[in-house]
């Protein structure tokens, strides 16, 4: 069965900035890779109406996203700004239908500081993330953290804290052009290396963190989203239902075999 991987960010641009290296290494793999944007970014080029903008920067997305050998993009057509007000049932309702439909099994989205403590960023996490725990399917939601690749295509620092969480550590050296090349797609953005992408990719990070949402597990030196995981532990409630489930099927294996 072909690995599917799905980002749900608020923005075009978010998809390569925050985690471009990360999306065109699971592309070349052989996964598929499929994007969910919440806004058009209409309110993202000075001078330019925001039906202009939203053509411009949809256009900037999709050019993007070939390059980063992304497969499916759907857009959800929020007011760049706005996610914050917009009527919440009706956005998760949408996420869960998609979610559903690709059924990927790895999802990626922005943790609860959204990267830049945009409020676009960090509703798209509050709806991505409720979305997510509502779609009853086995998969794994990651946020980005931050890191020296967000600091470097977002211009914020790193933060020491993980809140606990799995980290996995993305190695992205040998996707860094294709990312460079991704960022040059989003020109109306001013991207920071504009020069040659081979030349600007030796200037990036080589990895890219994910800090591991749901499941809750305790697990370390993970390299790989899709990384077999540790079991997790049953809880007192669960270990004490299994051992009364054992108990019960030996006293009816116990009646029936005293019955003749």
């Known amino acids: 069965m072909t690995r599917t991987l799905l980002a749900i960010f608020a923005h075009p641009d978010d998809e390569t900035f925050g985690a471009g290296g990360t999306l065109a290494r699971y592309a070349a793999d052989g996964t598929r890779v499929a994007l969910i ?3 058009r970014g209409e309110a993202g080029i000075a001078g330019l109406s925001p039906e202009e903008a939203g053509q411009v920067r949809e256009r900037e997305l999709r050019s993007a996203a070939a390059t980063l050998g992304i497969a499916e993009i759907r857009l959800l057509g929020y007011g760049d700004g706005k996610l914050a ?6 956005v998760v309702g949408q996420l869960v239908s998609a979610i559903r439909d690709i059924r990927p099994q790895v999802v990626i989205t922005f943790g609860p500081d959204g990267i830049s403590g945009h409020p676009d960023h960090i509703a798209i996490h509050r709806l991505a993330t409720q979305a997510f725990d509502r779609t009853g399917l086995s998969a794994r939601l990651y946020y980005v953290m931050p890191s020296e690749a967000t600091w470097q295509g977002c211009g914020v620092p790193p933060s ?5 969480r799995p980290v996995v550590g993305v190695d992205v050296a040998a996707h860094l052009v294709a990312k460079v090349q991704a960022m040059q797609r989003h020109a109306s953005q001013n991207p920071p290396y504009p020069g040659p992408p081979v030349e600007e990719a030796t200037r990036l990070a ?6 591991l949402a749901r499941p809750s597990i305790v697990a370390n030196g993970l390299t790989d989203l ?8 049953r809880s007192n409630l669960q270990a004490s239902r299994h051992e009364r489930r054992i108990r019960l099927t030996t006293l009816e294996g116990k ?3 005293g019955q003749h």
């Open 255 to 257: 009646t029936k075999g």
């Open 160 to 164: 020491p804290a993980q809140d606990g």
């Open 37 to 39: 944007c919440a806004t």
């Open 85 to 90: 007000q917009a009527e919440p049932e009706e």
């Open 226 to 233: 899709f990384a077999a995981l540790p079991r997790r532990p």
């Open 206 to 211: 080589c990895h890219e963190y994910f800090a």
